[in-house]
């Protein structure tokens, strides 16, 4: 059988992956998307949410996505507050800071379903799926991908975008260093008694962190991080029971929650690999890095990833080849310094907050209250995180 011949073929159609592949749509660029199966929709609401940073709500707009979204299952987060484990605060406001918002919450598969209706319009792409790649030969003018359908492309690029245990990193012999934290983050949907006015609360509880987002209507999305154990024992809880230690952990601050999707938990790890691109081929989002969840950037590390190769891709010369690894460094170190940022930033709030070192409780929390106390950082910190830096 004749290989399909390509210029790009991204491997994966989760969020980043197909958002890569919207934003080639107007390139001279032949793309070629393999997925083993098409998003789908809860019945209700999805557990599964994600804190989209105003930077990268602006990007899903470029690429014709978020306007699609509908409106009444978006969130805007105004305000953020944190509490410390010796009742240290730090708040942040969108309005003192002079952005909009702080954050869109929005959930996972509402993306991933309006990502993946505008791929399957897209006049220079062709998806295949449900397939995924079981071969990659790397040759000095393409690579080569035979498919699980018995098919085959040939590509000038193949990038993975196909998650933490990327088949296609693992393929190529570029190596990722785990670090596991023993905690798994437990999420589940609750609507609640009392409206929670577009904040988004979190605490850290000692060998916990508890986020409360705010959900459209009086609803929230909640994210435990929490040891194996305890987030064992959660989910063995009866809905009634459940919803009750949900709310008394953060203080029965919205009152009586209702359970509006089962519980459900993932490991925790922190991922990092220390080269992201090789001759032909690049990674991205979740195949690149892996962070904490307790900051809820990990998918606008994506988002960014892709709009990062994605203008490589698109103000790269034609006669230039845009497998040459030096071209694809570029991509790379391009989008090191904030990964690393975000992932060095998560471990070290983690571990500070989980160490019970004589004397750390005081001062981790003096430092929430000093940074509290300081307008000019807190507004700097909110500018980055939103991307209005």
Not at 120 to 144: C, M, W, Y
Not at 147 to 173: E, I, K, M, P
Not at 234 to 243: P, Y
Not at 347 to 355: E, I, K
């Amino acid at each position: 059988m004749h290989a399909s011949r390509f210029d790009v073929v991204i491997l994966g159609g989760g969020l980043a992956g197909l958002a890569l592949a919207c934003a080639l749509r107007e390139t001279r660029l032949k793309i070629g998307l393999v997925e083993q199966q098409a998003p789908t929709r809860p019945s209700g609401w999805d557990a599964r949410v994600y804190a989209v940073s105003p930077a990268n709500a602006t990007f899903l707009q470029e690429i014709g996505v978020w306007k699609h979204l509908p409106v009444e299952r978006l969130a805007s987060v105004q305000t953020m507050r944190i509490t410390g484990d010796a009742g240290a605060h730090l708040v942040f406001s969108a309005y003192e800071s002079g952005v909009s918002e702080l954050a869109w919450i929005a959930e996972s598969s509402l993306m991933a379903c309006e990502l993946w209706e505008n791929v399957k319009r897209q006049a220079n792409l062709t998806l295949f799926s449900p397939a995924q790649a079981k071969a990659v030969e790397i040759g000095d003018g393409h690579a080569h991908l035979l498919l699980s359908d018995g098919g085959s492309v040939t590509t000038r690029l193949v990038v993975g975008a196909d998650g933490r245990d990327s088949w296609l990193r693992q393929a190529v012999g570029l190596p990722a260093i785990d670090f596991h934290y023993g905690d798994m983050g437990v999420v589940a949907n609750f609507s609640c008694e009392l409206p929670h006015r577009s904040i988004a609360r979190q605490w850290f509880l000692g060998d916990s962190v508890l986020a409360w987002l705010p959900l459209a209507g009086d609803r929230i999305s909640l994210v435990w991080s929490l040891p194996d154990e305890h987030a064992r024992e959660l989910l063995t809880l009866g809905a009634e029971e459940f919803c009750r230690r949900v709310a008394a952990a953060g203080g029965n601050e919205l009152g009586r929650f209702t359970l509006l999707t089962p519980a459900a938990a993932f490991s925790l790890r922190l991922m990092q690999v220390p080269q992201t691109v090789a001759f032909r081929v690049a990674l991205l989002g979740d195949a690149a890095h892996a962070i904490h969840p307790l900051s809820g950037h990990g998918i606008n590390l994506g988002f960014q990833d892709a709009r990062a190769l994605a203008h490589l891709l698109a103000t790269t010369p034609e006669w230039q080849d845009i497998g040459s690894q030096r071209l694809l460094r570029r991509y790379e170190r391009a989008r090191r310094e904030e990964t690393l940022l975000m992932q060095g930033a998560t471990h070290a709030l983690q571990q500070l907050f989980r160490r019970a070192m004589p004397g750390l409780r005081q001062l981790r929390n003096a430092g929430m209250n000093l940074t509290n106390a300081l307008p000019v950082i807190k507004n700097l910190l909110v500018r980055y995180a939103s991307g209005h830096f």
